[in-house]
């Protein structure tokens, strides 16, 4: 079963979406598997952003993701990672398709709500950026069956 991991950015946490946007992730079918309410301290926001060293919104963007408290979680599921970057949309609120996360909330690129991890490996370093392996909780979620 695949893994990803997601993150409700200090704008999405301030802004009062953790609700709605998990909502949308439960009603998917998918299964949460973690989460955490944390800070992002400028170490591992180096870390998560790593490849993205250089560029000139990386300095911002940064700041951004350390500038308040995050909700980070792994979710479980099917094709996991290519469904929920279809939810949350394109990088930029006004490129994203209508009915997506950042269509609905998102205005601008860099204040755009949620991260979702991008392939399989992402998945998995960004996982373990933020987890460790027994906060990751396993469970039978009996709607399975049925999604
Ligand atoms: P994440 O889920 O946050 O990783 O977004 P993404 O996968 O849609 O975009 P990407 O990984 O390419 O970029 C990471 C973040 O950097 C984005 O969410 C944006 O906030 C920011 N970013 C990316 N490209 C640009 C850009 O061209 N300009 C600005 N200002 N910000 C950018
Ligand atoms: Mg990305």
Request: aromatic share 10%; glycine share 8%; charged share 25%.
């Amino acid at each position: 079963m695949e893994r990803t991991f997601l993150m409700i950015k200090p704008d999405g946490v301030q802004r009062g979406l953790i609700g709605e946007i998990v909502g949308r992730f439960e009603r998917k079918g998918l299964k949460l598997v973690a989460a955490k309410f944390m800070q992002v301290d400028r170490e591992l926001a180096a870390k998560h952003y790593a490849e993205h060293e250089g560029k000139p919104f990386y300095p911002p963007l940064i700041d951004f993701i350390t500038s308040g408290p995050v909700f980070a979680m792994v979710w479980e599921g099917d094709n996991v990672i290519a469904l929920t970057r279809a939810l949350i949309g394109k990088t930029n609120g006004v490129d994203a398709a209508p009915g997506t996360i950042r269509s609905d909330y998102a205005v601008h690129t860099n204040l755009n709500l949620i991260h979702g991890s991008d392939s399989p490996e992402s998945a998995e370093l960004e996982i373990s950026n933020y987890f460790a392996p027994n906060e990751l909780v396993s469970y039978e979620q009996t709607i399975q069956r049925w999604v």
